[in-house]
């Protein structure tokens, strides 16, 4: 069962850049309502749910299957869109997730099929973990807001689908390798993006993403797709090409170091961002130098690192360093919203950190991932035309409301 908790509304924009500038361009723009929830289904905790997903990473990456095995539904906060698909078109509630590519619908609504409506005869199948589904690739015309029309988009139409309650499905918007061997007598299929910038519509295959933080009450975001929006962020944007360490490189993968108080406690290696990553995952020797700088203490009901009101104060900035600029989260920055303590299963007078353990030591190939609580506090630029991540500050970067 999903809990609503704040609302998400994304605009779709259509720009193109290499520094802070956007183009100036008016075409391909579309507003979409996200919604924010917390996942409160299952018997994991918090920290359960975000290994999980990141385990399933590093297994799809290591044995070649780039369709990954990513559980989408183990994600402690998802993000969900209403999109349109078909001409007229049926809206449909689908999950919004980077670490996947194949759009597809059908879990709960059944498809409308229109004039539009293309069946290919191939089928369709893709396990994410704790999910999964499989079914017929239809085509057919998907629409963004009230703006973004992409016609001939490949979709899957599931006749089975698991894990899913309460969603239609997922639009992906992960690499376009993710959908390798998900679709018979197809190597890869052409995602949402890809046919945007096919069509003409976006000039770059470039997604911004913003998010402010789900303890603000009346908390919106943006994605957008075709550049960035350069009104949400206060910095130019920093680039850091992806990384071609494996598993990462599978994935929306870079590289960066850690520091904490100005000491390193990950030497420079490679991870990924990822908006269906909850929190901020980093290796086993890491995360036990951390622990022990902060003091705090594992809370066995949430996973989370506990501190008390004394070593808050104490905290120190807790610095990623990507490219040649660093990004630093401030003390507030490194705890779980107090308002939002109830909603993990944490004691409301409680402190937690957002800061866990990956699971495994440096080394593995993919030894971070900077998750929504990262990306909540500095604009995401995932540019797969140039082959870069980039990072921006926002008005949320050091703000004090956690």
């Known amino acids: 069962m999903f809990h609503s908790k704040a609302l998400l509304s994304l605009i779709l924009i259509s720009s193109a850049v290499v520094d802070a500038s956007p183009l100036s361009r008016s075409t391909g723009k579309a507003t979409l309502s996200f919604a924010t929830r917390i996942n409160e289904s299952g018997t994991l905790n918090i920290v359960d749910k975000d290994r999980a997903r990141a385990q399933a990473f590093k297994n799809a990456g290591h044995l070649g299957k780039r369709d990954g095995s990513i559980s989408v539904t183990n994600a402690a906060m998802t993000y969900t869109a209403q999109v349109g698909v078909g001409n007229p078109a049926t809206e449909y509630t689908l999950l919004i997730d980077t670490g996947s ?11 409308s099929q ?3 409506s293309q069946d290919t005869g191939n089928t369709v199948s893709v396990s994410y973990g704790s999910g999964s589904f499989s079914g017929e690739e239809w085509t057919d015309t998907v629409t963004l807001g009230s703006g973004l029309v992409i016609e001939d988009q490949s979709i899957g139409v599931a006749s089975s689908a698991t894990g899913f309650a309460g969603v239609d499905g997922i639009l992906g918007i992960g690499p376009v390798g993710l959908t390798a061997d998900t679709v018979s007598n197809t190597d890869t299929v052409p995602t949402v993006t890809d046919n945007l910038l096919s069509q003409g519509t976006i000039s770059e295959e470039v997604i911004g993403i913003y998010y402010a933080p789900a303890s603000e009450s009346s908390s919106t975001g943006e994605l957008t797709f075709g550049g960035y929006d350069k009104s949400m962020i206060t910095s130019s944007v920093r680039y850091t090409s992806l990384t071609t360490s494996s598993p990462a490189s599978n994935y929306w993968g870079i590289n960066q170091s850690i520091s904490y108080g100005g000491t390193t406690i990950q030497s420079t290696t490679s991870g990924i961002v990822d908006t269906g990553t909850t929190l901020i995952l980093i290796a086993s020797d890491a995360f036990q130098q951390y622990q022990s700088a902060t003091g705090g203490t594992l809370d066995d009901t949430t996973g989370l690192l506990t501190i008390t009101s004394t070593q808050y104060s ?17 003390p507030n920055a490194q705890i779980w919203p107090r308002s939002l303590n109830s909603a993990i299963g944490g004691s409301s007078g409680s402190i937690y950190l957002v800061v866990s353990d990956l699971g495994s030591s440096s080394g593995s190939g993919l030894d971070f991932i900077d998750g929504y609580t990262f990306l909540e506090r500095y604009y995401s630029v995932f540019d797969a035309t140039n082959g870069r991540v980039g990072f921006a500050t926002t008005a949320y970067t050091d703000a004090t409301i956690n």
């Open 114 to 116: 229109t004039s539009t």
């Open 101 to 111: 590519s194949n759009t597809w619908i059908g879990a709960s609504k059944t498809y």
């Open 314 to 330: 104490d905290l120190q900035s807790l610095s990623f360093n990507i490219g040649d600029t660093s990004y630093d989260l401030s």
